[in-house]
């Protein structure tokens, strides 16, 4: 009888093992699949696939040797993708006043893009004086707050970009309180995805010349190219 139930919870945890990881290379698949549509600016499609992993990674952050490590991940993936459509307001919502703080203290990649977003949404309503001036305000704050979280060591590549632009927010505000610039500068309304492509020019294929290496003893003799082709048999 101990015999039979050893065989049976053998059987159980392998088959919980076996669904373990047919879940996790189906979550795996998914990913790629996400990365896949990002790239080609499917961005839809990206952020279809990342909402299911991020609903499963949910679940398995609660277990102690998974963490909330995935699913932030996940959730920082989903933020870019928002971002590259130019949905700021859904990543920094206007009635917030720094929507970084919003976000978990320990995942500053997820800060560092509702920070952009921050100065990206309020940089179409900053008409006059006034407006500029509270929203570099508000962009200098939500750097500000990235720069504090930023104390791991795999933060500091995330820290050197909020730095950067911190710093470049603070220029601009003191140019507008100096007098010495007026206007923010333009946002870009167009995306750069390279220049288009041109059909192959037909002439091309007479301007092409094939070369054939010649052996050592033809190199050495004169007439190497005027040696007569080998006769045909048969």
């Known amino acids: 009888m101990k015999g039979i139930t050893g065989y049976v919870i053998g059987a159980v945890v392998l088959a919980v093992l076996g669904g373990t990881c ?6 795996d698949r998914q990913i790629a699949g996400a990365q896949q549509a990002l790239l080609t600016a499917d961005y839809d499609a990206a952020d279809a696939s990342l909402q299911v992993v991020e ?3 949910q679940y398995a952050s609660r277990l102690p040797w998974v963490g909330d490590g995935p699913v932030k991940g996940v959730r ?4 870019a993708v928002s971002y590259w459509q130019r949905k700021y307001g859904s990543l920094a919502p206007a009635d917030r006043t720094d929507p970084v703080t919003d976000v978990e203290p320990d995942n500053v990649p997820l800060q560092v893009i509702v920070a952009d977003a921050v100065y990206r949404d309020r940089l179409t309503g900053a008409k006059d004086r006034a407006s500029i001036l509270q929203m570099l305000g508000s962009s200098i704050d939500a750097y500000r707050t990235v720069l504090s979280n930023a104390r791991r ?11 950067y632009n911190y ?7 003191n140019e507008i309180l100096n007098g010495r610039r007026r206007e923010l500068p ?3 309304d167009k995306r750069n995805f390279g220049s288009g492509g041109k059909p192959e020019d037909p002439a091309f294929e007479n ?7 010649l052996e050592k003893e033809e190199r050495t003799d004169p007439k190497a190219s005027k040696i007569p082709p080998p006769p045909r048999r048969g």
């Open 153 to 163: 060591p795999e933060d500091e590549p995330y820290a050197a970009m909020a730095a």
């Open 207 to 213: 301007q092409f010349k094939e070369y054939v290496p």
């Open 22 to 27: 047919l879940l996790a290379s189906r979550l």
């Open 167 to 173: 710093e470049y927010v603070v220029r601009l505000r």
């Open 76 to 79: 920082t993936r989903r933020a």
């Open 186 to 188: 333009p946002a870009g």
């Open 55 to 57: 609903r499963y990674y």
